[in-house]
């Protein structure tokens, strides 16, 4: 039945879905035009947002392509290649690949967001070498894990109220993540989605004539390259003596963080990608070799993350976000609010693909309600929380890592992650409302 149901959701997302580099310009002009509508602003107004908004991401910016790059980097090392063509061996089939790519995802993103987009699409890599499978599905099974990572160990909600001296400190205090990550109902739908997902991915394969494949050659070289030096400074660039020099501190320093009490964040994973890959590569003419390659799939995230960023500057000082959360919740009851506010925060989302950004929007509004209807804080706020993570699936911002590794378009997975749409927040929005 999903099969069926998959086929016209592909047809449909091929035909209709274009470029994220258009999405995110349809994006800017609607969420412009609905806040000069709505909120009455004035379009000098709506303008000076956008632009004042448009760089506010560079940070980001960064660490999303040094996950692509760096991730990469790891993956294309010689020890890394062995070890996913060994996890690749336990895929006989094309049935067992789908399962397997995706329980890796899920696992590895409930671990770290930027951990899992990265080891998804370099594991769906891998097992596409060795096994026969329809490429675009395999890719999308691997994203699809990203799901979980809001309800997970780098939620950025429930990390956030976990914080002493969080913004809204005053109002709720200090959560811990006893009452949040570990609850009982966000382990509930943790587990849910680690059943659902891989079943619904594989209930979703195409038939052999309906399959798309690829060539495994396209995927990369395996060959390990000879160089010949004939030169003074090819002997540095073919040191393994200067990359253990460097690469060797590196991971001294990581040791000592974990030691010290500190945690995965973006920057820990992006360091621990590097500087492993510095010293698996072996010599830096081998790390170089692999950043050409793998750069070239960041072109998306380069050009796209400042027009996110002036889109949430509008969402956000125009009080657009706001208005379309309060707008969701007014009619909520005691029973009802956690299904409203994940359905706004899945609304939201879509122009705000920021956990934090969007906890900063939707708190002021969600607080207070869940205050007055006398629902459980903690639910209402990993509501948000996984709103922000469902349509994920739908809205292409996270996938471009993935894509850029992978080789593909937004167009050719999104069909596929429609489907997971609708059946993760039935799943999502039933325990967030009756567990």
């Not at 069926?4 to 047809?11: I, M, Q, Y």
């Not at 940070?59 to 996890?87: C, D, E, I, Y």
């Not at 004539?209 to 390259?225: C, F, I, Q, T």
């Not at 739908?394 to 894509?403: K, R, Y």
Request: with cysteine; glycine share 10%; hydrophobic share 55%.
């Amino acid at each position: 039945m999903l099969r069926a149901l998959s086929r016209p959701a592909v047809k449909l997302v091929e035909r209709y879905l274009p470029d994220p580099y258009i999405f995110v310009l349809l994006l800017t002009i609607i969420a412009a035009a609905a806040a000069i509508a709505i909120e009455r602003q004035s379009p000098m107004a709506v303008l000076t947002y956008w632009g004042d908004g448009f760089w506010n991401l560079l940070t980001f910016s960064m660490q999303m392509l040094l996950v692509l790059v760096t991730g990469f980097m790891l993956a294309s090392s010689p020890p890394v290649k062995r070890l996913l063509q060994s996890l690749a061996g336990l895929a006989n089939n094309a049935g067992a690949a789908i399962l397997l790519v995706t329980l890796v995802s899920l696992a590895a993103s409930w671990i770290n967001w930027g951990f899992g987009l990265v080891v998804g699409a370099l594991f769906a890599k891998e097992l596409a070498r060795v096994i026969r499978v329809d490429y675009r599905l395999l890719v999308a099974s691997a994203y699809s894990g990203f799901v979980v990572w809001h309800g997970g160990l780098a939620g950025s909600v429930p990390l956030t109220i976990a914080t002493d001296g969080h913004f809204s400190v005053e109002q709720i205090g200090v959560i811990g993540t006893g009452e949040t990550i570990f609850s009982y109902f966000n382990l509930l739908i943790v587990l849910a989605l680690f059943i659902a997902v891989p079943l619904v991915n594989r209930l979703m394969l195409p038939g052999e004539k309906e399959s798309v494949y690829v060539d495994p050659a396209l995927l990369g070289d395996d060959e390990d390259r000879r160089v010949r030096i004939t030169r003074p400074a090819e002997r540095l660039e073919n040191s393994m003596t200067l990359a253990l020099l460097v690469g060797v501190p590196g991971l001294i320093y990581l040791i000592s963080y974990f030691v010290g009490g500190g945690g995965l964040n973006l920057n820990v994973v992006n360091f621990m990608f590097l500087f492993l890959a510095i010293i698996l590569h072996r010599t830096p003419q081998s790390l170089l070799n692999s950043l050409h390659e793998g750069i070239k799939g960041g072109a998306g995230i380069v050009i796209q993350f400042p027009f996110y960023a002036g889109i949430m500057a509008i969402m956000i000082q125009s009080g657009l976000a706001e208005t379309m959360s309060e707008a969701m919740i007014s009619f909520a009851t005691e029973t009802s609010l956690p299904f409203w506010t994940f359905l706004s925060a899945g609304i939201v989302n879509m122009f705000v693909p920021s956990g934090g950004g969007q906890w900063a929007v939707q708190a002021p509004v969600v607080i207070p309600a869940a205050q007055a209807l006398g629902v459980d804080i903690p639910r209402a706020a990993m509501a948000v929380a996984w709103g922000d993570a469902w349509t994920n699936l739908l809205q292409p911002f996270w996938a471009l890592p993935v894509l850029g590794i992978a080789g593909l378009k937004a167009k050719d997975i999104m069909g596929f992650c429609l489907i997971q749409l609708f059946v993760t927040g039935i799943i999502i929005s039933v325990c967030l409302t009756w567990l």
